[in-house]
């Protein structure tokens, strides 16, 4: 039987907030003047989720037993929401930081792709940071100079590869820093969510030399919310949740696993550390009713669904305005559609300090399915600053019913939306 290429053994990894050296020797003599005095640590900025100060040198294990083994050519996903460890998984197998328990072996040159421009000199060319970053992951000269035209080409970057990096975006970062991790021929690519700063045909264009790696017997772990592209491109997934592994199993059932999660009560969207926004507007609350007004679970395909969003706000004065965007999504995220009050010309000014804004679907077009409702409120005069938004939706089922008031009724085979028409036949 074939050797994993890696093996994680109850890997766990503790910090001691406040203790963590801060890089610079002044900052750490700031921190200590402040802790004789008495005062507030000027260098201590870690925030719980509730807005309280987290003490000096309290425990955090952003990881506890986290165990598994990777096989050659295998494309693993680690899927969890934000804050769950995965990052930190992550920074451990690249070795950029040691587990405080556990062990882990790994056989092969390992690339790894955990953020914008790591291993790049900002004073150096896009040329001259390909050597270098070539070299800190393992490769001679003569092989980087071999593939040298490969990653110029894939990355597009032919008319700026003699520029300084510091002048390249984000996106021109990722470009670049993804043609050389992915065309150094590692036996093991590292790849985290890094590739949502590129552009929607770059990210497509990685996704398929990803494809192409495995199929060379190289293995990959790769991070992502976008879960459409996990279970895409990988076989097998695990599943973070608080630092532990809650699943581990097909890509397509760890991201069932994680959606289900996400929908299975309104505690993701009840948490703060799932909201952003000022929050001088804030949704507390998303209900559904029917056409008679009556509270219910479920929405029907055809008959008629009200979105309630319970809110409440700050201002002193009555709110000078607000555009409230909400959107349909599938459970493995994909929009189905969205609506905001301004596209129908509706102006939601002198709102009331509390109240509902109901949105109001007379006819749902969606088969029978799970899906989410997620909203964004931004200021109508603060050139759109955002109030409030939760990336974890609301759950919404709809059952099956005669959306074309023919007797038929149609179930999610049908797609992802269900619109009517008319049908004819005419001579020639």
Not at 152 to 164: A, C, H, K, M
Not at 352 to 365: A, C, D, T
Not at 400 to 426: A, I, K, M, N, P
Request: hydrophobic share 35%.
């Amino acid at each position: 039987m074939m050797e994993p290429v890696i093996r994680v053994e109850n890997v766990s990894k503790r910090y001691r907030l406040g203790v963590i050296n801060r890089g610079m020797l002044y900052r750490d003599i700031q921190s200590w003047w402040a802790r004789l005095w008495k005062q507030e640590d000027p260098n201590s900025p870690v925030i719980s989720n509730h807005h309280k100060r987290i003490e000096h040198g309290d425990e955090f294990w952003a990881l506890r037993d986290i165990s598994f083994e990777v096989k050659q050519g295998e494309t693993l996903g680690i899927i969890g929401r934000n804050g769950a460890g995965k990052s930190t998984l992550l920074k451990i197998l690249s070795s950029i930081t040691s587990p405080t328990e556990g062990r882990l072996a790994m056989r092969g040159r390992v690339a790894s792709l955990l953020e914008v421009g790591t291993g790049f000199h900002p004073e150096l060319t896009g040329r001259e940071n390909v050597f270098l970053n070539g070299a800190i992951l393992g490769m001679t000269k003569s092989e980087i100079h071999a593939k040298f035209d490969q990653i110029v080409d894939f990355s597009g970057l032919e008319d700026f590869i003699d520029t300084p990096v510091k002048r390249y975006s984000s996106g021109m970062y990722v470009r670049l820093a993804f043609s050389v991790a992915a065309h150094l021929e590692p036996e093991i690519l590292i790849v985290d969510e890094v590739l949502a700063v590129g552009d929607a045909e770059f990210q497509k264009k990685c996704l398929g030399r990803m494809g192409e790696v495995t199929t060379e017997g190289r293995t990959v772990l790769f991070v992502s919310h976008n879960m459409p592209a996990v279970q895409t491109l990988c076989s097998r997934a695990i599943l973070i949740h608080d630092g532990e592994t809650r699943f581990d199993g097909s890509a397509k059932d760890a991201v069932n696993e994680y959606l289900r999660r996400n929908a299975a009560s309104r505690e993701g969207f009840l948490d703060p550390a799932n909201r952003q926004g000022s929050g001088a507007f804030l949704v507390e609350d998303i209900y559904f009713t029917n056409a008679e007004g009556e509270p219910v679970n479920e929405g029907v395909s055809g008959d008629t669904l009200n979105l309630h969003f319970r809110y409440k706000h700050n201002s002193s004065r009555r709110f000078p305005g607000l555009i409230l965007s909400v959107a349909i999504m599938t459970r493995d995220q994909i929009c189905i559609f969205g609506h905001r009050n301004t596209v129908k010309g509706v102006a939601f000014t002198n709102l009331p300090e509390s109240g509902e804004i109901v949105l109001s679907i007379p006819k749902l077009p969606l088969p029978a399915n799970d899906y989410e409702i997620t909203y964004s409120a931004k200021s109508e005069i603060r050139a759109g600053e955002r109030l409030d938004s939760c990336h974890v939706g609301v759950p919404l089922t709809v059952r099956e019913g005669d959306f074309y008031g023919s007797g038929t009724v149609l179930g999610s085979e049908s797609g992802l939306c269900l619109v009517d028409g008319e049908w004819s036949v005419r001579p020639n």
